[in-house]
């Protein structure tokens, strides 16, 4: 990887180097084609000495799937990670309940716990020793004009880079999506997920715990150290509440909402907070620009999908390109990027859509919608093929986008 120099013009841009953006670089890293990543900030270090990063994914066996086939799964296992090899889910009014087992679908895990922090760095090495790629940091864009041979993108300290394709990984409030200026559906949860690491009386056997209450879910995760994550969704005013509560106060409330399932929580790191939205953009693509991860969708945090849908988004134009620069095809030209967006638009809308349901379905205690919850929980527990097929989804094996990365 080259710092940024003289060089202006490209074959794809990319803004935002977080966990998908940075994916991207990585699989384009052996085609020859010039690529800039950009990033707003620094590259973000990895220290096995520094505290576990409050923002870890729940990834599933397809995204580290895609990280091993970028070489960077080696390098997280060598730092740290928890594999998760089961999940009990529970619904706190009734007797709903749903467990699964890595062993019924045939894998080792059902999901790896990773920091975010962690990913990134072990993508960046990667990058490393890759020629073909310069990186510019810190940047904004600032303007992006569109015309039929190329994509001009002016950046705030005045330089300017030219490129057959824009591609935006800058988040959920992409800056580069609002200068072309794509349209989204947007709705707030009207909730916010307080995170935080706690230490607990019981070990966590290597299982991720969700339990639905009406204020909305509570998930622990493991953590290789023993510890467990907690991820919980609360409406705005209690999460206010619970925020401002002291650390002894809030490992109680931790303990309470999960009805104890681990004993008591004994202690905890301090807490962020993130506000939650449903977001999806109307189009993917527009000719010469394309949208992946967040920049494209965020959804309810409740089943731990977002950076795996991100990965999936990126290995789809990844392949894309790949094949249209085989085929000696414009990487820009609208036909080759609808191909990406009919791979993905449609997936990740399902996923927006039944994790939407799914959570207007748990966050109340009317009484039908209780007994329809409990009875669908009891009965997909207890209709195997039903279950293998939903675990089968939810690990994303049903799809295969690493081929061409290796
Ligand atoms: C509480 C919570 C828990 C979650 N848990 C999970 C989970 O268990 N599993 C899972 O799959 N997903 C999870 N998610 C979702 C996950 O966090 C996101 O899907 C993921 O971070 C998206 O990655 P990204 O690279 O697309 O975007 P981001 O991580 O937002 O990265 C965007 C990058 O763009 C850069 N950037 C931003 N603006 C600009 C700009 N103007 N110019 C240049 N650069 C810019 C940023 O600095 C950053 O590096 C969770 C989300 C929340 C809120």
């Known amino acids: 990887m ?43 270090l990895f220290s096995a000495a520094a505290e576990v990063d409050l923002r870890v994914f729940a990834i599933s066996p397809a995204s580290q ?27 706190a009014t009734g007797s709903g309940r749903i467990h699964f087992d890595c062993a019924e679908v045939g894998e080792p895990a059902l999901g790896y716990i990773v920091e975010n922090r962690l990913i990134q760095h072990a993508l960046w090495i990667q990058l490393q020793t890759a020629d073909n790629i310069t990186a510019f940091y810190p940047v904004t864009p600032e303007a992006v004009v569109i015309d039929a041979e190329q994509v001009t993108l002016m950046l705030q300290d005045g330089r300017c880079l030219h490129t057959r394709l824009l591609v935006a990984a800058d988040g959920a409030e992409s800056a580069t999506r609002k200068l072309v200026g794509i349209e989204t559906r947007t709705a707030s949860y009207g909730q916010k997920a307080i995170v935080a690491h706690v230490a607990t009386q019981k070990p966590h056997r290597h299982t991720a715990w969700q339990r639905f209450l009406p204020s909305g879910p509570i998930a622990l995760l493991p953590l290789p150290d023993g510890r467990s994550s907690v991820v919980w969704s ?47 953009v109307r189009e993917y693509v527009r000719p010469r620009f394309a949208l992946i991860g ?29 094949d249209a620069q085989l085929r ?22 399902a996923m927006i859509t039944a994790l939407d349901g799914f959570k207007r379905l748990f966050s109340n205690d009317i009484a039908p919608l209780t007994w329809m919850r409990n009875t669908g929980l009891w009965s997909v ?5 039903l279950k293998s097929a939903f675990m089968r989804h939810a690990m994303g094996l049903t799809a295969n986008f690493t081929a061409s990365m290796r």
């Open 381 to 385: 527990d207890r209709f195997t093929p």
């Open 328 to 349: 000696h095809r414009d990487l820009g030209d609208l036909g080759v990027l609808r191909r990406y967006q009919r791979a993905r638009k449609g997936d990740n809308m």
């Open 294 to 322: 967040d920049a494209a969708h965020t959804l309810h945090p409740l089943a731990g999908q977002g950076v795996n849908l991100g990965f999936m988004d990126m290995a789809a134009l990844s392949n894309i390109i790949l």
């Open 65 to 91: 799937r895609i990280l091993d086939a970028l070489g960077a799964w080696p390098t997280i296992q060598a730092e740290r990670v928890a594999a998760y090899t089961e999940m009990h889910v529970w619904d």
């Open 234 to 280: 609360l409406d705005n005013t209690c999460a206010e509440e619970v925020q401002q509560m002291d650390d002894m106060g809030f490992c109680a409330a931790v303990t309470a909402a999960t009805a104890a399932i681990l004993g008591q929580v004994t202690s905890t790191t301090p807490r962020a907070a993130f506000p939650l939205q449903r977001m999806h």
């Open 2 to 44: 080259t710092a940024a120099r003289t060089q202006s013009q490209f074959d794809v841009v990319i803004v935002g180097a977080g966990a998908v953006g940075t994916a991207f670089a990585c699989a384009l890293r052996n085609s020859g084609l010039r690529i800039a990543l950009l990033d707003a900030r620094e590259p973000s």
